[in-house]
């Protein structure tokens, strides 16, 4: 994650708080409201897409940088998935559980990147 942090503070100037625990940090307020500022921004069809995205990957960082072509598809999938192949990795996958799982997340992830793609062509 922590590339992605930097791209995020490089480009975006969201100097975030990384976390290695299940506590939350609170973020920077300068930060969060750099975050409010670009969601303020988009016009309501990326702000769609930014939603739908940031539903899926829970990230507004790997949301953002798939939006903004930093992260292709695949590479958000992966950012966003960490946890759960982890689990797959130590414990091996469920049948009708983490590859159906998969199978959807990929599509809720390739959906809104497409469609902003096909913004830029309007």
């Known amino acids: 994650h922590d590339p ?3 791209w995020a503070s490089k480009e975006l100037g969201w100097h ?3 976390c290695h625990t299940l506590t939350v940090p609170a973020q920077p307020p300068a930060t969060v409201a750099a975050v409010l500022a670009y969601l303020k921004g ?4 990326h702000l769609a897409a930014m939603e739908q995205l940031t ?3 829970k990230s507004v960082v790997v949301s953002a940088a798939l ?3 930093h992260l292709d598809i695949q590479g958000a999938l992966s950012a966003s998935r960490v946890e759960e192949d982890c689990q797959v990795e130590e414990w091996g996958t469920v049948e009708a559980g983490h590859d159906l799982d998969l199978a959807d997340v990929t599509t809720r992830v390739a959906s809104p ?3 902003v793609r096909l913004l830029a062509h309007r």
């Not at 988009?42 to 069809?45: G, K, P």
């Open 4 to 6: 992605l942090l930097a």
């Open 16 to 18: 975030l708080t990384a």
């Open 42 to 45: 988009l016009d309501a069809m």
């Open 55 to 57: 539903q899926v990957t």
């Open 67 to 69: 939006l903004h072509g």
């Open 113 to 115: 990147s497409i469609f």
